[in-house]
């Protein structure tokens, strides 16, 4: 159980929240445990579904966005995004079971998102206080400088979901999968 409650309905949700979260039922056909949890602050709601719109329309492929978040929700221990994301890596992504492993370690089965993976992981053990070798290896990948700050925005998108998961252990509406090493 939830350590602040989930409105059950959108209904139950504040008023200011109630518009956005019919928008995500209508994408995605229903309404997670955890964005109706972040509901119960309609700013922060906003706040996490507009990053989350505009990294969405980013250079970054959506099968590497689910590797991003497939290896910083293991990395800081979070079950619900991992549960998540396997489910969405999986279904909506097309990421295999040897994918997901390797993102879930802070790796790539591909050569180039391993390096946004990588990159990543760095970010995050770092506090984002990477080295210089650490952008150039990402940049040599062939990942353009817009790119390189599209992928920390991904880091920071995730550790504010995974924080409100662990925080507040939102009750996990998708298969269950636990993190295997948080920091």
């Given at each position: 159980m939830s350590r602040i409650p989930t409105p059950e309905t959108i209904s139950a949700a504040p008023a200011a929240s109630q518009p956005l979260l019919i928008a995500v039922e209508k994408m995605l056909g229903s309404t997670p445990n955890m964005v109706r949890l972040i509901g119960n602050s309609p700013v922060t709601l906003e706040g996490y579904l507009g990053l989350n719109s505009a990294l969405g329309k980013g250079r970054i492929s959506a099968a590497t966005r689910e590797r991003i978040t497939l290896d910083i929700a293991n990395f800081n221990g979070c079950d619900y995004c991992n549960s998540a994301h396997t489910y969405l890596g999986k279904a909506l992504a097309k990421l295999d079971d040897a994918e997901i492993a390797a993102n879930r370690t802070g790796r790539s089965t591909d050569a180039k998102a391993d390096a946004a993976v990588r990159f990543a992981v760095s970010v995050a053990e770092a506090r984002g206080r990477v080295t210089a070798q650490d952008v150039a290896a990402v940049r040599n990948a062939g990942y353009s400088d817009a790119e390189?700050?599209?992928?920390?925005?991904?880091?920071?998108?995730?550790?504010?979901?995974?924080y409100i998961n662990e925080v507040f252990e939102t009750e996990i509406d998708f298969p269950v999968f636990e993190a295997g090493r948080a920091a």
């Open positions: 390189v700050v599209e992928i920390v925005g991904h880091v920071a998108l995730n550790v504010l979901t995974n």
